[in-house]
């Protein structure tokens, strides 16, 4: 099993930003890639950004491009969210994930391990 914790979730004003964290703890050997997803209410769970364990390439959702900036602590086992320039519809509940797979997924059902989320609203 693996555990995933998310923090740094918040209330922020439109253009301002926020940094999420994502630390992983469990199973001992690593998972290959790592991803983040965000759910509005009344929506459905979107792919926002993904990173390569090993060698740190990232992928990125077309909404979030040249905005978010994912990243990773290889010695911490943690994986971060930079959002700047973030708009209100950017609210939504933001979710880090592990998929075993080794591929940039973006289908929430790739995903094998999930954290409990975090809420990120930005006001107009």
């Known amino acids: 099993q693996v555990q995933l914790v998310e923090s740094g979730g918040g209330l922020v004003q439109a253009g301002g930003s926020l940094r999420l964290s994502c630390a992983a703890s469990g199973r001992t050997f690593k998972w290959n890639v790592m991803g983040w997803f965000r759910q509005a209410p009344g929506k459905e769970r979107e792919f926002v950004a993904a990173i390569s364990w090993s060698i740190g390439s990232t992928y990125y959702a077309d909404s979030v491009k040249g905005r978010f900036t994912i990243s990773r602590d290889y010695s911490k086992n943690t994986v971060y969210l930079q959002m700047n320039s973030l708009k209100p519809e950017d609210t939504a509940v933001y979710y880090c994930?592990?998929?075993?797979?080794?591929?940039?997924?973006?289908?929430?059902?790739?995903?094998?391990?999930w954290g409990q989320g975090t809420q990120v609203t930005v006001s107009s």
């Open positions: 994930a592990v998929t075993l797979l080794n591929k940039f997924a973006v289908r929430r059902d790739e995903y094998n391990y």
